[in-house]
T-cell receptor, first 115, second 113 residues
Framework: AQTVTQSQPEMSVQEAETVTLSCTYD???????LFWYKQPPSRQMILVIR??????QNATENRFSVNFQKAAKSFSLKISDSQLGDAAMYFC????????????FGKGTRLSVIA | DSGVTQTPKHLITATGQRVTLRCSPR?????VYWYQQSLDQGLQFLIQ???????AKGNILERFSAQQFPDLHSELNLSSLELGDSALYFC????????????FGPGTRLLVL
């Protein structure tokens, strides 16, 4: 079974600084998708970024970028120029691109941003 | 705003009762997914519907059931409620059936007393 591990339950970052959240996953599939979702105090789940495993280029969305290391099964999220609004729980998620396989989520990392 | 709507936002009920949670997907999305988020279990996939048909089943209890209607809205029915069913229930939607990017609704917070 696929598993997603986020080894950092909590992280903190100074405003305007850069922080990296870690995620590793376990799978025997070669074709899959990876996602980072953000859950602010409102509890809404917001898609931050998505990466297709067949793409070598790391995905970026404004201040958010990923470091996708397929061989190491690692998918970290880098947040640059951190803002107070970035404070939230961040969930890493995996989905195999085969049949009706579900999204598998990690346990989450709680990010605090210090003014 | 993801475009996915869920009602009600909050629900408080007693053990043994039955409740219905409602979800409307984004315009044009045919798939609806239900998830349960509890403190100890994290985010768990419950069930997926695509264009009215059940497509995938996860860790959904027999006391829970769901359906998707012709207008594509979905309902999750929870019966014989137990204290442990207290959780945040999310609905998500996507364009097709193959689990591409899912967009989540705001969730329904269920408290069973």
């Amino acid at each position: 079974a696929q598993t997603v591990t986020q080894s950092q339950p909590e992280m903190s970052v100074q405003e305007a600084e850069t922080v990296t959240l870690s995620c590793t996953y376990d799978t025997s599939e070669s074709d899959y998708y990876l996602f980072w979702y953000k859950q602010p105090p409102s509890r809404q789940m917001i898609l931050v970024i998505r990466q297709e495993a067949y793409k070598q280029q790391n995905a970026t969305e404004n201040r958010f970028s990923v470091n996708f290391q397929k061989a190491a099964k690692s998918f970290s999220l880098k947040i640059s120029d951190s803002q107070l609004g970035d404070a939230a729980m961040y969930f890493c998620a995996y989905r195999a691109n085969s049949g009706n396989t579900p999204l598998v989520f990690g346990k989450g990392t709680r990010l605090s941003v210090i003014a | 705003d993801s475009g996915v709507t869920q009602t009600p936002k909050h629900l408080i009920t007693a053990t043994g009762q039955r409740v219905t949670l409602r979800c409307s997907p984004r315009s044009g999305d045919l798939s609806v997914y239900w998830y349960q988020q509890s403190l100890d279990q994290g985010l768990q996939f419950l069930i997926q519907y695509y264009n009215g048909e059940e497509r995938a089943k996860g860790n959904i209890l027999e006391r829970f059931s769901a359906q998707q209607f012709p207008d594509l809205h979905s309902e999750l029915n929870l019966s014989s409620l137990e204290l442990g069913d207290s959780a945040l229930y999310f609905c998500a939607s996507s364009r097709g059936s193959l689990w591409e990017t899912q967009y989540f609704g705001p969730g329904t917070r269920l408290l069973v007393l």
